[in-house]
């Protein structure tokens, strides 16, 4: 009888296993999906170029404690290129490297995500400008993600990728750079986080570019949200 109750229960816990794994698979597919028509909606609108900015929130372990001790929604961002006609976000995430925009939508939170541009973006984004900014981007290509956000070019993180591709390519600063003793570090999430990458030793003056300081740039307008 235990024998029985037993292959029942694991039976059961298969099943359930099963349902999620399917339902997961299922939703992925299904956000995919909707992405590469949200995708096709702006290139038929004309609402995406080279050299355009993408914000989301990203779905990652440390999401949270960067938008809690940045106040902002959003916690990832990548540069838009086109390449061979098809639309691509240039980001850093573990490694730097090249991602289709529909997976890249489909991976944030909700599928939502914030597109903007530079001011006068016809007058600096010329053929030449873009290409600068796309050899400038293949220095960082396959380097490791930067989980202590230090101010170097050993390791990269998200904005820090954009800031110093537009900084080297175009000499504008897209959005002001920071130190960690800037942001709110109170929260517990965040304390948490920062145990973690740091221990003891929080090195508080050095230098950051967070996702929210290029969003909230004046040098930006917004094209899709």
Request: glycine content about 6%; charged content about 30%; aromatic content about 10%.
């Amino acid at each position: 009888m235990r024998k029985i109750i037993f292959a029942l229960g694991i039976t059961g816990l298969i099943f359930i296993g099963a349902f999620y794994i399917k339902q997961k698979f299922s939703n992925s597919k299904y956000n995919l999906e909707k992405a590469k028509t949200e995708v096709k909606k702006l290139v038929e609108n004309n609402e995406i170029k080279n050299g355009d900015l993408i914000f989301q929130t990203s779905l990652s372990g440390q999401s949270k404690a960067i938008q809690l001790a940045t106040n902002s929604k959003y916690s990832h961002c990548g540069i838009i290129y086109k390449e061979n006609g098809k639309f691509y976000v240039f980001e850093a995430i573990q490694p730097v490297k090249t991602t289709p925009l529909d997976k890249w939508i489909s991976r944030g939170k909700d599928g939502h995500y914030v597109i903007k541009r530079l001011k006068n973006a016809e007058e600096i984004l010329t053929n030449e400008t873009l290409q600068k900014m796309k050899n400038e981007g293949e220095k960082f290509k396959g380097k490791n993600y930067d989980l202590t956000f230090e101010w170097s070019d050993d390791k990269i993180y998200c904005s820090e990728l954009i800031w110093k591709i537009y900084k080297r390519s175009t000499g504008i600063e897209i959005g002001k750079l920071e130190k960690l003793s800037d942001f709110d570090l109170s929260n517990e999430t965040v304390k948490k986080k920062m145990k973690e990458r740091y221990g003891d030793n929080i090195p508080m003056e050095e230098l950051v570019i967070s996702p929210k300081a290029i969003f909230e740039s004046n040098l930006l307008i917004t094209v899709n949200q």
